[in-house]
């Protein structure tokens, strides 16, 4: 059975050149064609030796995950449902800003953190994606964009904050950010990509040795224990004190922050209260505030707060001179807003 190009880093796909007798300088050209130059497969590489490209074609895999449906929202969100191999599918989102692109990739084909807020968590963990099945969302987004919005391909920002807790697959999430920003490669800079997690303590104890430089989006939505014990489940194993710790102790460059997430639920964790125990937990840390207004799906028992009430949120929040941002809802009309992905 062939092998996912995409499953190789550069200095994999050299050291198996090299394994086979031919010319390490392969990689270059194929990581040229692939990557940075976007081609789609050919049999036929401009410049790359007949033996590397006899090698290549019978070793190895360069299909994409299948787009078995498109969604395109009102204000230009795009969502992906991915069949891939197995049959297995995920959904991954194009978010648009001034004809340019963030994406939102899944880890896993479910999630098993069973967050209540959180649409995907209903349909629990089948299993989680492999490097190639990661990088493969990315790339055939790409070629949708190519296709159906022509000049408009300049994916720029990359966030894990799809289906599936990222550092639950480790391994397979550190290798895709390997390829991402290889120099050879897409090149996108560490900086533009972020991890989301809900707080998985075990793949935040290998961060700052294994993906420093990338950005680290915690899933915070309370300060309260109580309260995010019912938003996140894990919380009760892995609680909120400990899991700042960690994070603490993450380098950070000059100019990053760590972003923490709130979701903004009505009668929940939306009053002042809450808002003021935020401010004090987050004022002397490098922190930024992405206030989310929660996006209602079907079946969940969350409610939306009033405008209003984001806004005396963030005034308060405003008085910690801590960086604060509301974030714009978009593609809910086509459920793709945050915490609102399903494969169901």
Known sequence: MKKSFFQFTFLELQELLSSKGLNSSGANLLYNWYYKKKNAYS??????????????NENLSFSLPKVAMVQEANDRTVKFLFELEDGNKVESVLIPFHKKYSICLSSQVGCAMKCSFCFTGKQGLKRNLKAYEIIGQFLAAWHWLK???????????????????????????????????????TSIGHQKITISTSGYIPGLKRWKDEIPGVNLALSLHSAFDEIRNELIPINQRYPLEEVLKYIDNIPLRYKQFVTYEYLLIKDLNDGEGDARALGNLLQNRRALINLIPFNEFPGTQYKRPKEDNILNFKEILDTYSIPTLVRTTKGDDVLAACGQLNTK
């Open 147 to 185: 296709e159906n919005r022509p000049g408009e391909e300049r994916i720029l920002n990359i966030v894990f904050m799809g289906q599936g807790e990222p550092l639950h697959n480790f391994d397979e999430v550190k290798k895709a950010c390997d390829i991402f920003t290889s120099q050879y490669g």
């Open 43 to 56: 049999k036929e590489i401009q410049d790359i030796a007949k033996s590397t490209l006899s090698f290549i």
